[in-house]
């Protein structure tokens, strides 16, 4: 069964915008999207606490990308303004329980199987 899962993406022209979905089956404490560049880390994008609402973005993406949720078990992000070095692969990641980092992939619990997001010059 998979507990995340991840929804649109796809390939815009610079300047666009797209919106990713996740949808989880697990009450999270927190819910996480990272990206991976190609020959690249992994690297926290943004991030949502359902319960408080406070919400985290990597300083790369402040004031072009938005999270925001629709209920506790889902998380949406809203990228305007996209930018040739966006594109990668969006992973939709969980923690059960509160602490840890962020933007730290080692303080997930459950990932989806992530969707391409390409961002033409």
């Known amino acids: 069964q998979r507990h995340v899962v991840e929804s649109g993406g796809g390939s815009v022209q610079s300047g666009g915008s797209l919106t990713l979905s996740c949808q989880t089956t697990?009450?999270?404490?927190?819910m996480g999207w990272f990206r991976q560049a190609r020959g690249k880390e992994r690297e926290g994008v943004v991030a949502?606490?359902?319960?408080?609402?406070?919400t985290y973005y990597a300083d790369s993406v402040k004031g072009r990308f938005t999270i925001s949720q629709d209920n506790p078990e889902n998380a949406v992000l809203k990228m305007d303004s996209l930018k040739p070095e966006d594109t990668a692969m969006y992973y939709c990641?969980?923690?059960?329980?509160?602490?840890?980092?962020?933007?730290?992939?080692?303080?997930?619990?459950?990932w989806g199987q992530g969707t391409q997001v390409t961002v033409s010059s």
């Open positions: 697990i009450r999270s404490s927190r």
């Open positions: 990641a969980t923690r059960l329980y509160a602490g840890g980092n962020w933007d730290d992939s080692r303080d997930y619990d459950y």
């Open positions: 949502i606490n359902p319960t408080s609402g406070r």
